[in-house]
C-alpha cells in the first residue's frame, strides 16, 4: 500500500475485525441497507472502493473491533436482527 501514491496516508488499524453486511455495485443499494440498520439501532459505515475490472464497490460495515470476541459477539446480534454479516479485516 505504501508504493501507492495514496499510500502516505496510511495507517494502522488499532481495531482490526469489522463485519460487512453488504457488498453492492450501486450506491442507491448501500444508502438503503444502512437505513435499515439504522432502524434497527446499529451504526454502519460505508467503504467505497474501485477497480477497473469491477467498477466501484460500496461494502456496508458494522463496528471496529479490537479483539475477534466482540466481533462475533456482534455478528449474532445482527444475525437474532435478521442480518447476515461476515467478519473482515477494514
Not at 505504501?2 to 457488498?23: E, N
Not at 435499515?36 to 456496508?60: H, I, M, N, P, Q
Not at 479483539?67 to 447476515?84: H, P, Y
Amino acid at each position: 500500500l505504501r508504493k501507492k501514491k495514496y499510500g502516505k496516508y496510511a495507517t494502522a488499524i488499532p481495531y482490526p475485525f469489522t463485519l460487512q453486511v453488504g457488498d453492492y455495485g450501486s450506491l442507491t443499494d448501500a444508502k438503503v441497507m444502512l437505513e435499515s440498520l439504522r432502524k434497527l439501532g446499529y451504526s454502519g459505515f460505508l467503504l467505497v472502493s474501485y477497480e477497473e475490472s469491477t467498477g466501484a464497490r460500496f461494502k456496508v460495515i458494522v463496528g471496529a473491533f479490537k479483539m475477534e470476541e466482540n466481533a462475533i459477539w456482534m455478528m449474532k446480534r445482527l444475525s437474532k436482527s435478521g442480518l447476515k454479516s461476515y467478519l473482515v479485516a477494514p
